[in-house]
């Protein structure tokens, strides 16, 4: 499978479901090649397996690391999920995506019971006070083969010029993810948490570094079919990056992605 380009007859989703396979549609497919799958593909996948097998209402999801060690195919894929630990107050789950037999990813989640807050304020930033995507107009730059998210900049808009400056943007998937089904809360902020890497580290000249890996954190769920997203750091040295965002939804922040990054040009 190695359509580039949707149509009529493409799946308006990222995956079709398969007895215990997942298969990929175009809609999965890397910017960096056109073979491979893209990172918010793997980490929605995985998220995904995790939340149907393993969520439970007491328990907060609130860290999925991804370890992105090999290249995704274009293949049939299947995701192995193991408890590593089953605590009262802790609970971690391993999962693993497979393609012919051989593990090409893994993650680690960590699942938190909630429980009432300790006495006394702590320092959080401020507010998170900007339009409504709504008044915002949809962008169309770097959308590259499919665009799997309409974009509503805020500020920092690459198609508007000028010198490098922070991010921020709000989101919105626009394909289903399983069959007709659309993404779950939790599994949109997996496919939000690989954008740490265009938005935190594309500069004038692109986006020349590819992740190795993900971290989204989470303090709650999040809510609605919204995501915003602030770039609150990069910092490279020696061909090595790393990228931070803020995640917020019409309610407010619920967490913060991370990745880290190598100099990499993009294939033609």
């Not at 006070?129 to 169309?140: A, C, G, R, W």
């Not at 496919?191 to 986006?207: K, Q």
């Not at 490279?236 to 790393?242: E, L, N, P, Q």
């Not at 967490?255 to 990054?261: D, E, H, I, K, L």
Request: glycine share 8%.
């Amino acid at each position: 499978m190695t359509t580039t380009d949707a149509t009529d007859s493409t799946p308006r989703s990222f995956f079709q479901p398969d007895g215990d396979r997942y298969i990929p549609t175009a809609w999965t497919q890397s910017g960096w090649d056109a073979n491979s799958l893209r990172g918010g593909a793997i980490s929605g996948l995985l998220m995904h397996e995790v939340e149907r097998r393993h969520l439970d209402p007491e328990f907060q999801v609130a860290r999925l690391t991804v370890d992105m060690f090999r290249l995704a195919p274009m293949v049939p894929l299947r995701v192995a999920t193991t408890v590593a630990r089953d605590g009262r107050r802790i609970r971690v789950v391993d999962a693993v995506l497979i393609a012919d037999d051989q593990e090409i990813v893994r993650a680690s989640i960590v699942m938190l019971r909630r429980t009432d807050p300790p006495e006394g304020d702590v320092w959080s930033p401020p507010t998170w006070e900007v339009p409504h995507p709504q008044t915002l107009p949809v962008s169309s730059w770097g959308e590259g083969r499919l665009p799997i998210w309409e974009r509503r900049y805020i500020s920092g808009n690459p198609a508007e010029g000028g010198p490098p400056a922070p991010k921020r943007a709000w989101l919105h998937d626009v394909a289903a993810f399983l069959g007709d089904d659309p993404p779950s809360p939790l599994v949109r902020a997996a496919m939000m948490s690989d954008s740490a890497s265009p938005f935190a580290n594309s500069g004038a000249h692109g986006l020349n570094y590819v992740n190795a890996d993900t971290t989204l954190y989470l303090h709650r769920a999040p809510v609605g079919e919204w995501i915003g997203i602030e770039v609150v750091a990069h910092h490279s040295t020696a061909g090595i990056a790393i990228g931070e965002c803020a995640l917020y939804d019409l309610d407010g922040s619920f967490g913060r992605t991370s990745v880290c990054a190598i100099a990499n040009r993009r294939r033609t």
